[in-house]
């Protein structure tokens, strides 16, 4: 049976499969050789995530007598991050909190899906203008941002020290996205959603750790003949399977 | 659990987690509400995919104890219809036996998952220009094309006795598409596989038909709560489920 990718996330995560989305990219990228499954919850942070877990992952592995996934990316913290004493208050999750409740959701991946690999990501960076744009549209400028970059920063630390901690692999995509040139808006549409050009730079990050744990194109056989491989001369041949 | 779309095909299928795809876009239309499923395979015929569809299926359905899909498109004739007297001659498979083929699919969806909508998609039509450059290059239009729109729409037709034979929705996509404007180079890229248009004309006919069977974002209950009714002074409570 097709190995599953899991994708457990925020809107970042719920968006993936629009145009140009990261997620969308991985199933087409797979598309012979792994199902992926959204898990995507807009405005949830990891409080809200702990909360529905089981629930939301009803249907997401193979069901009785099929396998566990082969791996699930865990991708919160930007909604946690949220300020609290700004505009998205009921979205904040203190720090410490964060860091628990990350390591409560791998505890349960654990116990329920023994063989997943689970993939932490950090927050992605922010961009205070936009933000403020994306709040109060352009009449105010003088409006404080309900997220900040430090904010996110201190959050994608907390998410890499939980994976150390537990010895997962982890995406920095908060440090990373910030090695691009103009990042705060060739990478993000509105200081904390993904553009295209975004997408693609979590896109490689996930092909390159899916890489590094064993899972690729390369490593992965299609579970049914692949058109050039069938001959033409006889192609019922590669069928007798 | 959350109802599932199974999408069954040829490229057309495989390649619709493609940027700007009609599987993605299903996918996000569907976010909160539903998972879609590829199964696409490049290059089949129905031959070749009754020959493997219990494989095929492995892990599409949600396994011992769930629920059948909600619904499975079958689209499949763009690769039978080639011209059995030209290039492609080994992916051809004759009108009779394609009816016949798609009888078989359709029974063995039935017996498997009672329940489950099966939606029958036609042939696209097919620009031959197009595809003598695909097939051959620029250097000699002298060629003929593998595939002819004629040969397509009587296998359309043929898919569409099938489906009115066993009751069953079908999209006619090879009719549809051609009441566009400059259909042969804005709905197709290479005179058979879709351009981001191509995709939306689909995409929007298979919306359609499914709100037909009654599955659409208001006929379906997200499982979890949408941020935008979770109450920001207690936010908790949206939980207590």
Known sequence: MRPRLVLFGDSITELSFADGGWGAALADHF??????????????????????????MEGAAAGAGGSDPAAVTVFFGANDASLPDRKQVHQHVPLEEYRSN?????????????????????????????????MYGEDDPSKLP????????????????VAKELNLPAIDIWTK????????????????HFTLFGNKILFDCVLETLESIGFSQGSLQPDLPLFHDIDPKNPLKAFEI
Chains 1, 2 share one sequence.
């Open 177 to 192: 996205m910030q090695q691009f040139p103009d990042w705060q808006t060739s990478a993000l549409c509105d200081g904390l």
């Open 31 to 56: 598309a012979r050789k792994a199902d992926v499954v959204l898990r995507g919850f807009s405005g949830y942070n990891t409080r809200w995530a702990l909360r529905v877990l089981a629930r939301a």
């Open 102 to 134: 990350l390591r409560a959701i791998c505890a349960y991946f654990k116990e329920q899906w023994p063989s997943t690999k689970i993939i932490l990501i950090t927050p992605p960076p922010i961009y205070e203008p936009a933000r403020i744009r994306d």
């Open 146 to 161: 309900e997220r900040t970059n430090e904010a996110a920063g201190a959050y994608a630390q907390a998410c890499l020290t």
